[in-house]
């Protein structure tokens, strides 16, 4: 029922952002709420870096969301009792300090992502522990005794999404590929990888690219390889537009992930 709560307050809370955001530009540019990432490694240890990927010690007071996010969702990982890897089959998050008590397991372990807002107030310091290993999966951070969050300003909405486009290649430019993947993550979250309009289930292994349009504000298109346990950002959750990257498809099962539960695979052999 709490995480429930949880996901209507942060919903309504982007909407009116949202909202706000498009009455002052024309319908131009969408204000999305500034990230905390809690990013865990396969271990049970995590990290927490700001939108632009950097560590954080001190942060500005404000409205903020807390993205909590695995590699994969642990609960599809064989338990080991002999150590923390995958915390055990699930996470288990705290945010803590004046005015935030943020907790979650992410569904027990079958989602990688989920995000909560937090109201973090000035002059605080704010504690994070995984209660696994609180000893060890522990970070801490203050607030500045002024200032204000600032949100992030996307310049695409629902009219001007597919104007701008970048690119991006994950293992080099000017690569001959095999053939073209075409990526879709809706604004809901939702997944699909096609090649010549068919859902991908098979292909050769090789250099593909990855033609990915991302219409989501929070989420990003994310690609595992079979023996790696580190997600390959395709866009991130900061971005909404239209990217591309060469990546080389080696044997085994891939997944493609955004989060929330949408997780889906592909094989790669002869």
Not at 113 to 119: K, L, T, V
Not at 170 to 198: D, E, H, Q, R, Y
Request: hydrophobic share 40%.
């Amino acid at each position: 029922m709490r995480r429930l709560a949880h996901r209507t307050a942060f919903v309504a809370v982007v909407v009116a952002a949202v909202v706000a955001s498009l009455g002052a530009a024309g319908a131009q540019t969408a204000a999305i709420l500034p990230t905390l990432y809690v990013n865990y490694t396969m271990d049970c240890t995590f990290s927490i870096v700001d939108d632009q990927g950097k560590a954080i010690a001190a942060v500005p007071p404000g409205q903020y969301q807390i993205d909590v996010r695995t590699p994969v969702p642990f609960g599809t990982i064989p338990r080991n009792f002999s150590d923390m890897t995958a915390c055990r089959g699930m996470p288990q998050f705290q945010l803590t300090g004046p005015g935030v008590n943020v907790a979650t397991t992410l569904t027990s372990g079958c989602e990688s992502d989920e995000a909560y807002p937090a109201i973090l107030q000035p002059n605080a310091t704010y504690v994070a522990t995984d209660l696994n290993q609180p000893s060890v999966a522990r970070a801490s951070f203050t607030t500045l005794s002024s200032g204000s969050a600032q949100k992030i300003t996307s310049p695409y909405s629902s009219s001007t999404f597919g104007k701008g486009q970048s690119s991006e290649s994950i293992v080099g430019s000017g690569l001959k590929t095999k053939a073209t993947l075409v990526g879709v993550l809706s604004p809901k979250g939702t997944l699909t990888l096609t090649m010549k309009g068919k859902p991908v289930s098979k292909v050769a292994p090789g250099r593909y690219t990855f033609a990915i349009t991302d219409k989501s504000t929070r989420l990003g298109y994310g690609l595992l390889g079979p023996k790696t346990q580190s997600t390959k950002h395709l866009t991130s959750p900061s971005f909404v537009g239209r990217k591309s990257a060469i990546v080389n498809l080696t044997a085994g099962r891939w997944t493609f992930l955004s989060g929330l539960g949408q997780i889906h695979f592909f094989l790669v052999g002869r």
